[in-house]
Structure formats: structure tokens, C-alpha cells
């Protein structure tokens, strides 16, 4: 028998803060140009962002620090199973839900985000990261428009310090933000899923990250994993809670713990709280999944992105490895370590979930030239070794 349906929605504040004139390196912290993330010339970028907030804008004080996530516990064997033979749905509270509402809300977000938020149709999904000026990664979300009013899903760790800061910036736009997460409740769903989504959608979605819209709330396609159809449901959590007890007799329900990890196998990166402020959104391959439109105007960190696009080779990018270790363990934001220069840290853990064979997969973002030969290790010069596995999608070849 199932356990009852927890829809948790903590979620605590984090310090965020930018400097403006230097970058920090991404796994060691310490400054230097934004050169040093790119390499050749190309001609100039398209015109920037501001890196000093608007006239009138308040400081940006510091806000109170937030715990990360914890770690999820190793699910049961029998939990991956339904996911990858069966079919099966997984509470998820592992996620935040950020409303913004009002006239302005999509041109609002379009001055702040990664993405195009103005020609976000009603039909449709979208990720997008929020920036600092210097470029580096505060959030990732997926986004979408429900009624008048755009969703964003994000890491719960993350929700009230990215609200706070989005709103400091509203100033005379009409647009509001809202903390969802207490009224709505995200499923995901893997699997032989789609009888049983039937049953509470009239359509389901045809295409990654093409969403439909009904009374229960709104089931988005998102991208497969481990050769498994995938959907996210977020819907009113009366709705939801209501309407679960009759998929149990369908579906198996299986750990929050196996979502993440279908996340990870789908080479999908997601920002939490342990990783804030350490990647242009190049180095966790946004742009390869479509997390950045090189074609909008000015946000938050505009010039940097685009300069890493347009102005030579990434040096960077984020790959699929497994470790010996446990979730707990072996957490984002771990060092990671090059047999030839052992002396410094080539990259760093983005995600990590128990895999279903033993050890822990990750998404790990890195310097290119590590990836080519060599070990590479977890923590320390003589720490367990990674083995890569194949991203399922191809980076750029000019990377």
C-alpha cells in the first residue's frame, strides 16, 4: 500500500549577491577575467545589460542564508524498476512554484530571464536561468503559461531568495510574484504512463516540453529518460491529492530520489543552492537545451553569456558519469580532480542521484581538455574514480 501523499513545500532564503567588475572561477572562487571562461575573438557581441541595478531600484542587501536540499535517501530497487519496466508517479517536493501575474508579468520576465518569456505560447514549456551580472547561474526553472499568470518551477532551496531578488526589481512594471508552492502540488510521471494519465487529462502532450492545460492542472512532456516517456503534472494540490488514490491501482509510486535521478540520465542540470553562482549557463549546456535565446534582448549577466557564445571556443561543458559513493555522500557542489593536475580541481558535481546499478550518477560540469584522457576523481587526487556515460544529446562539435 502507498504511504500518504506529503506535498511538502519548505522553503528557506539564500545570500546572493554580484561583483561587478571581476568573475569568479567557477570550482575555485578565486577572481579572474571573464576571459578566462573563453578563448579566441569574434566580433562584438550584441548590446548588454546594465551591471548596476535601475535608478530607483533598492540595494541589494544580503538575505539570509538557506540550508540545502538534503539528500534523498537510495530508493528501493523496485522503485527504478516500476519507472523503467512499468509505470510509475513520484511526488515531488523537491520543487519550488513561483506565480507572476499582472500586465507586465511577460516583459518583466524577459528583462530578467535567460529565455523569451513574451512569446511564450499557452501550448508550451520552456527552461530558463536567472543570471548576476557577472553571468553566473543564480536559478534554473522550467516556465509556462497558465491562464494569465507564468509558472515557475524551481528548486525549492531556491524559492524565496529568487522571489525576494525578482522582486526587487518589478519597480513601476504591474507584475507580481507569489509564492504557489503551498497551493499546488508536481507529480512526475515515467514509464507505461499514459492509460493512466488519460484518465485525468483529455489529451496528453505530443512533443517535449508541449504542455495541456484541465481542471486537474496542467501535464507538461518533458524530456525522456533511460529510453522512458516522462510527464510533469503541477496542479491545485486539492486537485492532485484527490485524484492520486485512483492511479494506485494503475501506477506504482515511487521516491522523489528516482525523478532526480531521471532528471540526471535525461542530462538535464538544475541549479540548487549548493552550486548557486557557479556556472555561465554554457557550462550546464543550456543553450544546447534550449535554456537561452541568443536573440532576445538585455537581462542580468546578458553581455557574458553572449560573449561566451559569440566570442570563441567554450571551455567548459557539463557530462553524464557515475561514482562509487552514496547520495549522501556525494553532493553537488564536491571538487572533482585530474590525474595531470592533480594540484588544482578541473570541475565540479552539478547533480547527483542514486543509480539504480550501485553508486551515484551525476551530471559534472568540467574543463573539455579533462574529459579527453585521463582519470578523473571525486574530492580529492585520490579519490574514487568517475566512469563517463553518454549524454543523450549531442554538444556542440566547435565546443
Not at 561583483?19 to 571562461?37: F, K, L, R
Not at 522571489?163 to 497551493?183: H, P, T, W
Not at 495541456?212 to 518533458?222: Q, Y
Request: with cysteine.
Amino acid at each position: 500500500m502507498n504511504a500518504p501523499h506529503d506535498f511538502a513545500s519548505a522553503s528557506a532564503a539564500r545570500a546572493v549577491h554580484a561583483d561587478e567588475h571581476t568573475s569568479t572561477h567557477p570550482v575555485t572562487g578565486s577572481q579572474a577575467p571573464i576571459s578566462s571562461v573563453i578563448s579566441g575573438s569574434a566580433p562584438s557581441a550584441p548590446a548588454t545589460m546594465p551591471t548596476t541595478p535601475p535608478a530607483g531600484a533598492p540595494a541589494r542587501a544580503p538575505l539570509a542564508a538557506a540550508a540545502p536540499l538534503a539528500a534523498l535517501p537510495r530508493p528501493a530497487r523496485d522503485e527504478f524498476d516500476a519507472a523503467l519496466t512499468r509505470g510509475a508517479y513520484m511526488p515531488l517536493t523537491q520543487f519550488g512554484v513561483i506565480d507572476v501575474t499582472g500586465d507586465d508579468a511577460a516583459t518583466f520576465l524577459h528583462s530578467q530571464l535567460t529565455n523569451d518569456t513574451q512569446h511564450l505560447d499557452a501550448a508550451s514549456a520552456r527552461l530558463a536561468g536567472y543570471c548576476t551580472a557577472k553571468g553566473r547561474l543564480l536559478a534554473s526553472f522550467l516556465t509556462w503559461r497558465t491562464g494569465e499568470t507564468i509558472r515557475l518551477l524551481v528548486s525549492q532551496d531556491l524559492q524565496t531568495t529568487v522571489q525576494k531578488r525578482l522582486s526587487m526589481f518589478v519597480l513601476r512594471a504591474k507584475a507580481k510574484l507569489a509564492d504557489a508552492s503551498g497551493a499546488l502540488a508536481a507529480v512526475g510521471f515515467a514509464g507505461d504512463v499514459r492509460d493512466a494519465l488519460s484518465r485525468v487529462f483529455d489529451a496528453l502532450p505530443d512533443g517535449v516540453h508541449v504542455k495541456v492545460d484541465g481542471p486537474a492542472g496542467s501535464l507538461i512532456r518533458v524530456p525522456d529518460a533511460a529510453g522512458r516517456l516522462r510527464y510533469l503534472w503541477v496542479g491545485p494540490k486539492t486537485e492532485v491529492e484527490a485524484r492520486l488514490p485512483a492511479l494506485d491501482a494503475k501506477l506504482e509510486r515511487a521516491s522523489a530520489a528516482v525523478w532526480d535521478w531521471l532528471d540526471i540520465r535525461a542530462g538535464e542540470p538544475r541549479i540548487t543552492q549548493r552550486v548557486v553562482e557557479q556556472f555561465v549557463p554554457q557550462m550546464i549546456n543550456f543553450d544546447v537545451l534550449g535554456g537561452v535565446n541568443f536573440r532576445k534582448g538585455c537581462y542580468p549577466g546578458q553581455e557574458v553569456v553572449a560573449r561566451s557564445q559569440y566570442r570563441g571556443t567554450i571551455k567548459r561543458r557539463t557530462a553524464l558519469a557515475n561514482v562509487a559513493g552514496e547520495p549522501e555522500t556525494v553532493l553537488p557542489g564536491s571538487e572533482l580532480f585530474h590525474a595531470d593536475d592533480a594540484g588544482q580541481p578541473c570541475g565540479m558535481v552539478v547533480n547527483a542521484a542514486a543509480a539504480p546499478d550501485g553508486g551515484v550518477d551525476m551530471l559534472v560540469e568540467m574543463k573539455l581538455a579533462a574529459l579527453e584522457a585521463g582519470t578523473v576523481r571525486l574530492g580529492a587526487a585520490d579519490g574514487p574514480a568517475l566512469t563517463f556515460l553518454p549524454l543523450p544529446y549531442a554538444l556542440p562539435t566547435d565546443a
